[in-house]
Every structure is written in C-alpha cells, then in structure tokens.
C-alpha cells in the first residue's frame, strides 16, 4: 500500500501562488523511485477530474495545456514528496486537487486539498 497526503491548499488571489505537496509513505513503499508516475488531478465542480501534471520515476514531466509555462511539478526523493507549484493561478484553476501515485497496475490516491483562486 502507498499513503499519499496532500497539504498546500486554501485560497490565493489570481496572479499569485500556491505551493502543493504530497508526501508518500506506506508499508511496502520504499521510495518513489519504486512507483511508476505521480502526478497531480483535480476536479472543479460538476466536472470530471482531470490531470493538472505528473512526473515519471525517469523524471519526465507531463502537463495540461490550461496551466503549461505557470505550473510545475517537481520532487524531492529524500523526502518522498512530490510538489506542484502554483504560479499566476487564475479563477478557472479553482478545484479539488488530487495527489495520484501509479505502482505496477495500480493507483493510489490522497484525500484531496481544495484550491480557490479569487479574482
């Protein structure tokens, strides 16, 4: 099993930033050199969740269009904790956002951190 906990969210005014977190730990998990991908969804109200950006265990990085050139996804391996930061978020950014983590064929998730943007 792999444990993911998110923290970072609240709420920011448009053009500023957020920091997001997500720290990983379990029993067999060993470090995240050992999962396949972790990234980063959200889910906005009456919407389907969708990818905001993930990384690959080779360090290859992946992101939506909607926020490419203002967010980035980065990791610390010695603290097994993936990080999205935020930068000129805009009021469509607001959303639930999800850690995810892929192992083998499965996909652990973290219990989601809420992001408001105000214009």
């Known amino acids: 099993q792999v444990q993911l906990v998110e923290s970072g969210g609240g709420l920011v005014q448009a053009g500023g930033s957020l920091r997001l977190s997500c720290a990983a730990s379990?029993?067999?998990?060993?470090?995240?050199?050992?999962?396949?991908?972790m990234g980063w969804y959200r889910q906005a109200p009456g919407k389907q969740r969708e990818l905001v950006a993930d990384i690959a265990s080779g360090g290859s990085r992946n992101y939506a269009d909607s926020v490419k050139g203002r967010f980035t996804i980065y990791r610390d391996i010695a603290k097994n904790t993936v990080y999205l930061q935020m930068n000129r978020p805009k009021p469509e950014d607001t959303a639930v956002y999800y850690c995810?983590?892929?192992?083998?064929?499965?996909?652990?998730w973290g219990q989601g951190t809420q992001v408001t943007v105000s214009s």
């Open positions: 995810k983590a892929s192992r083998g064929g499965d996909a652990y």
């Open positions: 379990g029993s067999i998990f060993r470090s995240i050199f050992s999962l396949n991908a």
